[in-house]
């Protein structure tokens, strides 16, 4: 059997969908499953043990090329390989993950019989499916999400009559998994398999050193900071961020390194020239599975809503997330070692990229995030406690201000 996932981007968004991959999977344990994915998050599923393909899509490169005509012909290449290859499979299942219109592009290209997604999707993905999912409330979370659209499509395979085994559900099969109906917190001792991320040796040799060149050991407590985000509404004052910092270094006398990509750079400079005491900018000087292991190196994360947060998550890592406009319950850090700050304002959440005020932001102060630094801090991290017992026993903790 021939299945084609279509989930594009962002980073949090094919981390998310990992859970649903590992359920195909055990539905569908002889099929040959391809992923189409976009450029910037293909590092995610490159090299994972259930996938046997990976389609990269260049889709904004294309786009800014584009602007050069001397690029014209490169990029017409380029996407008739990329649209070759996607369609030189006959796929006997396209999944939709993504519901958008870019990702209802290549399901409609894509030679597929079965075109399966949820219903009422944004820009009218769902017209080119061919079996629609009735939708779950938007306020699921996404993990949860993607991984009733596979037990809704096993459903249908099941009640077609089909050779596959039927639809475990979600609870049923992760207590499977674990060997307990109830597994408690101290079961957990590994990283779900639904959220592997195929990091290989050379990547690990990478990071330690670049830990190395920057004068970071293995003595004191390794604290990451990840603040850039993609919005400028998820970005929290630098000053803030700075004195945060601070408080950190002196506290826990912990070595401190900011990620980024090298775009952010500048951003991270910025924020450290607030700081009294140094700190590493390590911005644009890891891959996607470098930073991956960084974060499981390390002892703690300090993250706004961005893509590096759901990649610490999916490492086990103790994190604090500072929230502003979006939704935690619905794209939140998906772990039992999470804490995550965000002030309750009338106004939110309002998904803005841009806002005047910014209330929902300015309203965190550097005690409150030190407060939640205190309750992960003495927390032993292990690769666990992420997916089985969100699933089974609830979600991350929140605290709201106001």
Not at 91 to 100: R, T
């Amino acid at each position: 059997m021939e299945i084609v996932i279509i989930k594009l981007s962002a980073i949090g968004d094919v981390i998310h969908t990992l859970p649903a991959l590992e359920l195909l999977r055990r539905h569908f344990p002889e099929s040959r499953i391809t992923w189409v994915v976009e450029e910037k998050a293909a590092g995610i599923v490159s090299g994972h043990p259930s996938i046997n393909k990976v389609i990269v899509s260049k889709r904004k490169q294309w786009i800014a090329d584009l602007r050069m005509l001397s690029r014209w012909y490169p990029v017409f290449k380029e996407v008739r390989f990329f649209l070759r290859e996607l369609r030189a499979t006959n796929y006997d299942l396209v999944i939709d993950f993504q519901g958008l219109f870019k990702s209802a592009i290549l399901v409609l290209l894509s030679r597929g019989v079965r075109k399966v997604g949820y219903d009422k999707t944004r820009e009218l993905s769902y017209l080119v499916l061919t079996h629609k999912i009735s939708s779950p409330p938007m306020d699921q979370h996404a993990v949860t999400r993607n991984i009733g659209l596979v037990n809704a499509l096993c459903q249908l395979s099941s009640e077609a009559q089909s050779p596959f085994p039927g639809a475990y559900t979600t609870t049923a099969f992760y207590a499977e998994r674990a060997h307990t109906k109830t597994p408690s917190l101290s079961s957990m001792q590994h990283i779900p398999d639904g959220f592997i991320i195929a990091i290989g040796e050379g990547d690990r040799r990478n990071v330690e050193c670049l830990l190395q060149d920057v004068g970071i050991g293995e003595l004191k407590p390794l604290v990451v900071v990840n603040a850039p985000a993609g919005w400028e509404t998820k970005r929290w004052e630098m000053q803030k961020m700075a004195a945060l910092s601070d408080r950190l270094i002196e506290r826990y006398d912990a070595h401190l390194i900011y990620t980024g990509t090298s775009n952010d750079s500048p951003y991270i400079n910025a924020i450290l020239s607030f700081m009294e005491h140094p700190a590493v900018n390590a911005a644009g000087r890891t891959s996607l599975k470098e930073l991956a292991c960084l974060m499981k190196r390390a002892d703690l994360l300090i993250t706004t809503d961005s893509g590096p947060m759901h990649l610490a998550s999916a490492m086990g890592t103790p994190l604090v997330a500072i929230f502003g406009p979006t939704a935690p319950w619905r794209t939140g850090p998906y772990s039992a070692h999470a804490q995550i700050l965000r002030q309750h304002v009338p106004c939110g959440p309002c998904f803005k990229k841009k806002c005047s005020s910014m209330m929902c932001m300015h309203g965190i102060g550097v005690e409150d995030v030190i407060e939640s630094v205190e309750k992960l801090m003495g927390v032993r991290k292990t690769k666990g406690d992420t997916l089985q017992e969100n699933v089974l026993r609830g979600y991350s903790s929140f605290k709201y201000k106001g």
